[in-house]
């Protein structure tokens, strides 16, 4: 079992530039979420995925996308990169997404955005 | 209390001694918390949780407090260990749309750990 897996581990854009970041859990789970952590900051959510076909907005949503292609994989975009969207973006994953329930956490990808 | 700007509060600690960590939540509805630990370089991992019709549950040298009066939540680690030292978060699952629930993670608090 790998947990979740995330690609790439770093990555430097160019402002303007578009990327697509990738996540995977092999756990069989129902929910998966993405989040951005700044320094000195708590994560924060960007958009989640309650089951395979719903995504619905987090906290800090605008200017990323996001596709749950099947039940293993959430992928989140973003169309036109900024310096403000300089991250660690992490992909977490969790059984049912209830109340009683923790999440899985993948390694991370840090962007940087010039 | 958690302090503005961009600076985590940090606690710093000798190998052996106890250490407390704490985290104030806000929605009185909340009924679930989690307490995450996040080493440098990696993602968080989760180390206990409890139950709002809990006060207090032990793992293996964590202990978490739950004081539902003043919206509370500690977390104890007993003989802390140079392999305790990460950013701990407190995270507390809310309602969100279609019956699913979110965590809210509070801005975490970095245990540093001297030998």
């Known amino acids: 079992n790998a947990g979740v897996t995330q690609t790439p581990k770093f990555q430097v854009l160019k402002t303007g530039q578009s990327m697509t970041l990738q996540c995977a859990q092999d756990?069989?789970?129902?929910?998966m979420y993405w989040y951005r952590q700044d320094p000195g900051m708590g994560l924060r959510l960007i958009y989640y995925?309650?089951?395979?076909?719903?995504?619905d907005k987090g906290e800090v949503p605008n200017g990323y996308n996001v596709s749950r292609l099947n039940k293993r994989e959430f992928s989140l975009r973003l169309e036109s990169a900024a310096p403000s969207q300089t991250s660690v973006y992490f992909c977490a994953s969790s059984a049912q997404g209830v109340r009683e329930e923790t999440q899985y956490f993948g390694p991370g990808t840090r962007l940087l955005v010039l | 209390g958690e302090s503005v700007g961009l600076h985590l509060p940090t606690l710093s600690v000798q190998e052996g001694d106890n250490s407390i960590i704490n985290c104030a939540y806000s929605n009185s509805a909340s009924d679930y918390f989690i307490w995450y630990k996040q080493e440098s370089g990696k993602g968080p991992q989760f180390i206990i949780d409890?139950?709002?019709?809990?006060d207090k549950r032990q793992g293996q040298r964590v202990t978490v407090l739950l004081n539902k009066t003043v919206k509370h939540l500690s977390l104890q680690i007993a003989a802390t260990q140079p392999g305790d030292s990460a950013v701990y978060f407190c995270?507390?699952?809310?309602?969100?749309?279609?019956?699913?629930?979110?965590?809210?993670f509070g801005r975490g608090t970095s245990l540093i750990v001297h030998p």
């Open positions: 995270a507390e699952n809310i309602d969100a749309s279609g019956g699913s629930y979110i965590p809210t």
């Open positions: 756990m069989n789970h129902n929910s």
């Open positions: 995925s309650a089951s395979e076909g719903t995504t």
């Open positions: 409890i139950r709002s019709n809990m």
